[in-house]
DNA sequence: CGGCATCCTGTATGATACTG
DNA sequence: CAGTATCATACAGGATGCCG
């Protein structure tokens, strides 16, 4: 029961949001349902304004602020593209920072799947050998610690 | 570039919070700071009413309703306990399903520690061995697929 | 210590309408 | 298609005070 971490992550203990946990600095970036959704789908390749907005089912007053906020938080880039004849377009992608933050969503998605209820059970599959993908802590010596056994430094 | 999930997360497009996709329900569930941050504390061993005051910096009003909706969606238990010769005082204590949700948190903290910033960059370790712990994605073949080699099925 | 009740502000999101 | 503008609602969270 020798919790490692119980307190460390908040000395200061300033109010509100100054907090320099970096779960929390996370949480103030994309703490949000309209956030993460839109991450979620810029995840699975989707890049246009619309396909945001119908994919997640936001209003497209949200999904306009929130890809804002994201592109200036560094985690999409948008970039103007012109198809041959066609007028100039806005494509939305992830940045490599944008990129770094699948492992928090998939795993969000597996305990929701898990443990929600009303959630589809849906899986995720590596394309390339058809098996199921999850999310897994490991320290750099491919031990998998139980909660217990992590500590901060 | 052939991203195998685009679009299909959401088929219903129902209006407001009614999505079903895994995802969004867990951010339903745990996607607030004072949820987050009240998880963390929890998976890091905090067990008392004031120590999640004092280390997570919310107020009390918050955190007592925050408990109670934790504690209702199951990822938290909450046990009453009587030290000798004390009053009775209540635990909250991690449940399976709470402690399911570490990997997510931990995602959560590994990207705010690298791109968040502003974010005291601490490390997680594995007690035993004391080698940094991260999260990763992999299939069950131990394959770490990228972005664009995960699909839904 | 471990809360709950009340008031107040800021923001996340929905609904609707309008524009280039 | 890709937004912007405006209005309204709901809720997160801070501040304060009370209670057993």
């Given amino acids: 029961m020798a919790f490692a971490l119980a307190g460390i992550m908040n000395r200061g203990n300033r109010k509100s949001p100054g907090d320099?946990?970096?779960?929390?600095?996370?949480?103030?970036?994309?703490?949000t349902r309209s956030a993460i959704?839109?991450?979620?789908?810029?995840?699975?390749?989707t890049s246009r304004f619309d396909d945001f907005v119908v994919r997640t089912g936001l209003t497209d007053a949200v999904v306009a602020a929130r890809l804002r906020d994201l592109v200036q938080a560094g985690l999409l880039s948008k970039e103007p593209y012109r198809e041959p004849g066609q007028r100039t377009r806005h494509a939305y992608a992830l940045t490599d920072s944008g990129r770094d933050l699948m492992p928090a969503v998939l795993a969000l998605g597996q305990w929701g799947a898990?443990?929600?209820?009303?959630?589809?059970?849906?899986?995720?599959?590596?394309?390339?050998?058809g098996e199921p993908v999850r999310t897994v802590v490991e320290c750099t010596a491919h031990h998998r610690p139980a909660v217990e056994q992590i500590e901060v430094s």
Same sequence: chains 1, 2.
């Fill in 20 to 31: 320099r946990c970096p779960i929390d600095r996370t949480m103030q970036v994309v703490g």
């Fill in 114 to 129: 898990k443990h929600a209820r009303g959630a589809v059970g849906r899986t995720f599959r590596h394309v390339e050998c």
């Fill in 37 to 45: 959704l839109l991450m979620r789908e810029a995840l699975f390749g």
